[in-house]
């Protein structure tokens, strides 16, 4: 079956787009502002928190980074006015930063000071590593003046163990995740134990630092080591939270609520869903069979 599922993997670009678009339906709340405020709304109603995401990458002009900017003031509008728990996660290059790093500052911030108007919290996704430096800038550079702004450390990224030494000095609010780009070995490492022992060592030493890490993750080992530096750092659920993918381990989702620790989603929604879509069947470990249900006309449960 893993062969099938990397031929199926590799076959992505050349399957017919209404197909990918069904079978990634589950990762996406839907095309409206509408939509992803439902689904927070349930969500929020099983006691998940949620942090919802305007879909779009790496736009090539000043207005459309703009047009971005006028969407996510409407969301954070729209959190208040339902009064639904989410904040809200941005990436850099929708909002111009392939453009120009001032452009994209400029409006980042002006995001951030809207979501501090609101007493909400903005969280600026980590892409590929050519975006690394600028990101961690950016971050760096609105800290100075708000707090309620945080960034992500991508376990794979060889670097992160020097990047989060002064992001334990600030106590950063960090999301950390695997890391989801094709990256090359000098660069990332490759082998999935060893990424999975670098995250269980950058949250420890986060976590040690008082940071409040988002631990963004839907595998069962990442999950006992959190667990377990958790339990030995004794520290109370206010001082942490998971998080998921919308449409991602539903069950394990439940297990961490019941269990009484904090839970975030990422609800994405936007007509942009191609790239986000194929980064996440890319990662399903059921993609063939999903898809050769979808081709032979066999309908599959969509759990969001
Ligand atoms: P892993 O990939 O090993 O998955 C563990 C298990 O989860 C699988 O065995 C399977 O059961 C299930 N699973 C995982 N993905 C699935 C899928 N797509 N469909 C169905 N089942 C699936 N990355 C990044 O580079 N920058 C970022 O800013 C973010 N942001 C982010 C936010 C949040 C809230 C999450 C949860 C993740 C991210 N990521 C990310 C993605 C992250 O880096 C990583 O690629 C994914 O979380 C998958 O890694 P896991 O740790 O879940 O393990």
């Not at 006691?47 to 305007?54: F, H, P, R, S, V």
């Not at 631990?215 to 530096?229: F, G, N, P, S």
Request: hydrophobic share 40%; glycine share 4%; net charge positive.
């Amino acid at each position: 079956m893993e062969l099938i599922n990397r031929i199926v993997t590799g076959m992505l670009p050349v399957i017919p787009k209404f197909i990918v678009g069904r079978v990634a339906s589950r990762y996406i709340a839907g095309l409206t502002l509408d939509d992803a405020i439902k689904v927070t709304r349930d969500l929020n109603n099983i006691g998940a928190m949620a942090t919802i995401d305007l879909l779009g990458e790496d736009t090539t002009k000043k207005e459309h980074a703009e047009d971005a900017v006028k969407v996510y003031h409407q969301i954070l509008d729209a959190i208040a006015h339902h009064k639904v728990n989410s904040n809200i996660s941005l990436k850099p290059t929708h909002l111009g930063l392939k453009v120009s790093y001032d452009l994209c500052l400029n409006l980042i911030t002006e995001i951030v000071q809207h979501a501090h108007e609101q007493q909400n919290f903005l969280r600026i996704d980590m892409e590929d590593n050519t975006c690394t430096d600028d990101t961690l800038k950016i971050y760096y550079k609105i800290r100075q003046k708000y707090e309620n702004v945080g960034v992500v450390i991508q376990a794979y990224l060889r670097r992160s163990i020097k990047d989060i030494q002064s992001l334990k000095e600030m106590k950063a609010n960090l999301r950390l995740c695997k890391g989801i780009y094709r990256e090359p070995r000098h660069l990332a490492y490759q082998n999935r134990a060893i990424i999975i022992r670098n995250f269980a060592f950058l949250l420890e030493e986060l976590l040690k630092a008082g940071c409040y890490v988002g631990i963004a993750t839907h595998c069962e080992e990442v999950i006992w080591h959190a667990l377990r530096i958790i339990h030995q750092l004794q520290l109370q659920p206010h001082q942490y939270e998971f998080q998921m993918l919308l449409g991602v381990e539903p069950e394990l989702r439940k297990i961490l609520i019941d269990a009484g620790h904090r839970l975030r989603v990422y609800v994405p929604f936007g007509s942009e869903w191609y790239a986000y879509s194929t980064r996440r069947l890319r990662e399903n470990p059921k993609i063939a069979n999903y898809v050769l249900r979808d081709m032979l006309g066999m309908k599959t449960q969509v759990v969001k």
